[in-house]
Structure formats: C-alpha cells, structure tokens
C-alpha cells in the first residue's frame, strides 16, 4: 500500500462508512455491480488504510507534506550576517560534537519516522528511494519467512518427518543465510554510518547490493586492486570477519540445495524397496491370531513394521511418517522430477520473489511523487497570486485537487496497490506452503445453513 497518512485516513473513513453502516448498504445497493465490488471488499480497505497511515507516518507524509510532530532534531545556527541570498544550496553539518556555531544536529534521531528536514533538501528523492527500497525488501523477506513458517505447520500437522528434515530445515537454512542476512547488513549499516564519526560516513559506505553480489562470488568488498596492488578501505567492512562469515554462509546455502533435492526421492525409494522386498514374503498368510481373519490395530502395526524391516519401537516412527504412506502406486521417476521442479522453483524463486517485492517501493516512491507534483502544479498556482483574486482561485483549485486527489490518488492508487499486493500473496507468499490439496474452504455461515435445512426437509 501507498505510504500518504492524508489519503490513508480518507480510506479509513470510506471504509469505516461501508463497516458501519454494511446492514443499510447491503440492501441499498443491491444490483450495482461496481458499488457491490467495492462494499465487499470493505475489510480489505479498512486495513490497506490502517497500514497506509502507518506508512505514511514512517515516511512522514501527510497529503505528500511533511509533519513536524516530534520536532525536527535539524537547525540552522548560522548567524543573520551570513550571505545566505550568494549561495542556492547549503549543506547542514552532521557532526553532532561540532561546536555551537556550526552544531546543526543534536545527535538523536528524529522518534519516529523521517524527519521533517528532508522535505526542504534537494537530494529528497535519494534518500527516500533507498530507504523505501531497503524497507521493501525486508517486508518482503519477513512475509517469505513467515510463509515456511506456517509450512511447517502444515508439515507438524501432517506428521511429515521427512519434509521437516530435508526441505524445511534446508529452505529455512537457505533463506536465513542469504537473505535474512541481508536484512541484518541493512540494520548493520544503518546504525554504523550514523554520520557521528568522520572516518565512518556515508560516502564510505558500502553498497549493500555489491555486498551481496561479491559475497555469491567469495569476494572480499574491502579489497580493491591498483596497479597490481591489493589495498583494503576498512571503513567498507561492516564488522570484523565479515569475508570469512559470508564465505561460510553460501558454502552452507549452496550444500542445502543437494540435500533438498537428493535426499526426499532417495529415502522414499528405500523404503519403498523395503516394502517390496518384505512385504512379499507375507502376501496371502493370515495370523493365527487374528479374529475372522483379520488382526487388531496393534497387530497391524506390529506386523506391517516386521515387514519393512523395523523393530517394534519404530512403530511409532512408520506411522508418524506421512510421506512413506499410501504409496501403493511408486515411480521414482515422477517423486525425482516432482522433487527437483520443487527445488528449482524455491531456490530461484527466493531471488525472484524478494526482487518483486520491490514493486512496494516503486508503488510507494510513484504515489509520493505523483501527489507531490498535484500539489506543486495547482495549490502552488493559487498561492503565488495576490488576494483577493489569489483566495478566489484557490476555492476551484481545491476543489479540482479533491476530485483528483480522490478519484486518482486513493481509487485508482489503492486498486492498484490492492493488485500488486494481492499478487505478493498468492505467488510469493502463498508458494511457501500453500498446496491446493484437502477440502474447499467454505466460509461459515448461518443463512446458508438454513437453507440446506429447508432443502433437506
């Protein structure tokens, strides 16, 4: 969702309308297929606009200005006999330590969000590209983390021992070394280039997307090559051992990509010859012990562990094991070929999918800029004039922003945020755990118990 505090709460109120009132609405608009659309999905409004204001408070914007809550931590101590009216632009000093006639920062961060001074800097728009990007990508990642998560739910449920061991724990691994370190380098970098320190500033910095790409590579970012001579810039190093750490790490992620795919096809087959090689030495003899020819469970269970080779405190272990069962019907061919699709798809997709939730920032950097330029080109036009001529203009341009603040900013902007979004859920969250398989969902509900009662009687 967009990140506008203003146009967030004009979707809470809309939204909050259609909750109230839904027992009135569900009759009144009953044939209007476009309202209709737009009252079912009420709830779905209600929270795009909760995490909307959310944002928007995040990035400090409210009707693409900036609010000054918390106070800015920003000012400029300069005296009045500076020639401010020689220079276009001027760079505030950082340094907090610096002495009271240049000191323009005091050293705590702004509480909450951006701080209103970057609505006055011309280098905005760079600063709040990166920090959106960076925001997206670990959204991003959390929701893809969150999603094996429930897997594994799903893997407990279904007392998969195998899935657990050889494609959870591996994708959990991969994920974690990869891109949640990822995330980590981000914070990493964020507390270390405070600015506090000369030698650590931000233009030393490293590149965070270098630094991931050197360390797929087994690169060490710090060492540039000269004329033939290595030199190392330490203040490029994000913590001591980094080089060594990240070598461990892809040689860690890169070895859970055989054992996701090898692993799972090979115990199934073996189990599956266990079966085939036990279980026909018994085919067409009854126990003795067996009433009318059949066995208790416990009998069962006993003898279906002697066949495959198991002694009787496995049982437990065979019949807790979802993957080695029901398979009657066994083609190695198809469980390799399932299982390597599978694979194929989750590693590439792990790249793929955080890439595309970088579509967040682009939503997010488009709608600023776009409710920025509205506002520059019709609310800067009535300021500039004179009065009375100057109030009597700005009565129409408000009302010409309204509409289009309305019927683009928020309808439009929100269909489109609630497209991407709902994209992020169905292909990059959802592939996480989501099957397809077991019972159609079917919401409760009482008016269509009554009428299957109805239709029974």
């Not at 979707?11 to 297929?33: D, Q, R, V």
């Not at 030698?199 to 630094?211: D, F, Q, R, S, V």
């Not at 061919?333 to 579509?359: D, K």
């Amino acid at each position: 969702m967009f990140g506008d505090a203003g146009h967030g709460l004009l979707m809470l109120l809309a939204a909050g309308y259609l909750i109230k009132k839904e027992n009135y609405l569900k009759k009144a608009i009953k044939g209007n297929e476009i309202f209709e659309l737009f009252f079912g999905g009420r709830y779905i409004m209600f929270l795009m606009a909760v995490f909307s204001i959310y944002a928007g408070f995040l990035y400090n914007d409210f009707f693409s200005k900036s609010t000054n809550i918390f106070g800015s931590k920003w000012k400029v101590t300069l005296g009045k006999d500076f020639p401010f009216e020689d220079i276009q632009q001027f760079t505030l000093n950082p340094d907090p330590y610096a002495n009271e006639t240049y000191k323009m920062y005091s050293g705590t961060p702004y509480p909450f969000g951006i701080d209103p001074v970057w609505q006055l800097a011309t280098n905005k728009i760079t600063f709040t590209n990166g920090l959106k990007m960076k925001f997206s990508v670990i959204i991003g990642i959390m929701q893809m983390v969150f999603g094996l998560v429930i897997g594994l739910k799903n893997h407990l449920f279904f007392r998969r021992k195998i899935s657990i061991l050889f494609e959870f724990i591996p994708q959990i691994i991969f994920i974690s070394l990869i891109f949640v370190y990822l995330c980590l380098m981000i914070f990493i970098k964020w507390i270390k280039y405070a600015g506090t320190d000369d030698k650590l500033t931000g233009a030393c910095a490293p590149n965070i997307l270098l630094e991931l790409i050197n360390m797929f590579f087994l690169k060490d970012g710090t060492v540039t090559v000269v004329d033939g001579e290595k030199k190392y810039d330490e203040c490029k190093r994000l913590y001591p051992g980094q080089h060594h750490i990240q070598m461990v790490f892809v040689i860690v992620a890169v070895m859970c990509v055989p054992v996701m795919l090898f692993t799972k096809p090979l115990l199934k087959l073996r189990e599956h010859n266990k079966r085939i090689k036990y279980g026909s030495r018994f085919r067409g003899h009854v126990n003795p012990l067996s009433v009318n020819g059949h066995s208790s469970d416990e009998d069962d269970k006993h003898d279906k562990a002697e066949r495959m080779g198991h002694t009787s405190n496995s049982v437990i272990d065979l019949e807790d094991d979802a993957d080695l069962e029901n398979e009657e019907h066994f083609e190695f061919g198809e469980v390799f070929v399932e299982q390597t699709i599978h694979t194929i798809e989750y590693f590439l997709g792990c790249v793929s999918h955080t890439a595309s939730y970088l579509r967040l920032w682009a939503l997010s950097l488009a709608h600023a800029e776009l409710s920025e330029v509205l506002w520059t080109m019709l609310f800067k036009m009535g300021l500039n004039m004179a009065p009375p001529v100057g109030a009597f203009v700005m009565f129409f341009i408000f009302s010409a922003w309204g509409v289009i603040t309305i019927g683009i900013l928020c309808v439009m902007e929100g269909l489109s945020a609630f497209l991407h979004a709902l994209r992020l859920h169905w292909v990059e969250f959802q592939s996480k755990f989501y099957k397809g398989e077991g019972y159609e969902f079917m919401p409760f509900s009482f008016e269509k118990i009554l009428n299957e009662a109805e239709l029974a009687e």
